[in-house]
């Protein structure tokens, strides 16, 4: 049989219904409490008291609530009091305060889990907590290659979450200035073969022609960088770094290797070099200042400049002209003979 309900309703002047309310109800074959607040229409859960606790209305979040209302049914619970507040947050404070002075969490009286406040709305979780989390998450069994499978088949081909100017911008100044974790070469194979023979997109055609345009390419035997004029220090020089010559020079693989230097080089190896000035680590070369920098510059070596010399069959480069009277400046062009007469008309 159903039970008669007795509510108290307060609704100050100049509020309605659908003003944010605290409410407490009442389990009757229990005689358990719960206190709440409704603060907004949510997920289309209206905030509406006149239908507070029924079929078309709100009836609370709480978990344990849910699962009592499944297995008693709505007529079991009784609401006591509703309460209407002019902000949502003046209702969400009520609420921490009642569940504060009965100490909810811990009442056996009440089905509330937690006093509210921060520590229900999102707040930062207590070290007991924190280290439960940490012990779930290591017994947590790893994902097998057939659920991996699984994951992966149902992801191909959906469209990612599309990032907003504003985000793109602040990743791009949060990882500015932060430096890259070198790749190994092979991980630098994989990426090459996975790339090779995709289409680059025309948006993406256009921003690298933009940032080369009128632009030379210059290497120190690491890396290549395209710039306007050769960079300060004598180590660049003009041209593209190929990656052949890297693994001329490091070998197939720095699997394994370590970094050592002597406080003027680095060296990869999987054993410490011999003399005791080496030590683990890559030595970090000291950031000159701009005056630093223009000195430098200054007192670099010009460059010789170079003319052609020829005698009529040897061509020469030099700074200055050869001995000998039968060199001449300029460039002897040798006419090209073909002994094969097949090869004449090809």
């Known amino acids: ?131 439960k989390l940490s012990i779930a998450a290591k017994n947590r069994p790893a994902i097998t290659e057939e659920t991996k499978t699984k994951i992966s ?67 120190n035997g690491i890396k290549t960088i395209f710039a306007d004029k050769l960079p300060i220090g004598d180590e660049w020089v003009p041209g593209v770094f190929l990656i052949d010559k890297l693994r001329e020079l490091c070998g197939n693989s720095t699997r394994g290797k370590l970094c050592f230097n002597n406080g003027v080089k680095t060296i990869i190896s999987k054993e410490k070099p011999e003399g005791d000035e080496w030590v683990p680590g890559r030595h970090k070369q000291k950031s000159l200042t701009q005056e630093e920098k223009l000195q430098k510059k200054a007192n670099r070596k010009k460059r010789p400049i170079c003319k052609w010399y020829t005698n009529g069959i040897i061509n020469k480069l030099c700074e200055n002209q050869p001995e000998g009277a039968e060199w001449k400046p300029g460039i002897t062009k040798h006419k090209l003979i073909i002994s094969d007469p097949s090869l004449q008309n090809s």
């Not at 609401?79 to 009965?102: F, M």
């Not at 949060?174 to 430096?179: F, L, T």
């Open 153 to 219: 088949i149902a992801l191909t081909g959906k469209p990612g979450h599309p990032q907003t100017e504003g985000t793109i911008r602040k990743i791009s100044e949060k990882q500015k200035g932060v430096p890259r974790v070198p790749l190994s070469l092979e991980s630098c194979d994989k990426i090459s073969k996975k790339l090779m023979g995709r289409p680059r997109p025309e948006e993406v055609k256009r921003k690298i022609s933009k940032t080369k345009k009128n632009k030379i390419a210059f290497n």
């Open 1 to 131: 049989m159903q039970q008669e309900k007795a509510l108290k309703l307060f609704i100050p002047e100049g509020l309605t219904y659908k003003s944010p309310f605290t409410y407490f109800v009442e389990l009757i074959p229990l005689k358990l409490l719960y206190y709440g607040c409704k603060w907004a229409d949510y997920k289309g859960s209206p905030c509406d008291s006149s239908i507070f606790m029924t079929e078309s209305g709100y009836q609370t979040s709480s978990v344990q609530m849910k699962e009592l209302i499944k297995e008693y049914g709505l007529d079991a619970f009784n609401v006591l009091c509703i309460q209407h507040y002019t902000t949502g947050q003046e209702a969400r404070e009520a609420e921490e305060k009642h569940l504060k002075n009965v100490n909810a969490r811990t009442n056996p009286r009440y089905i509330n889990k937690s006093n509210g406040g921060t520590n229900f709305y999102g707040g930062p979780h207590s070290e007991e907590t924190k280290q």
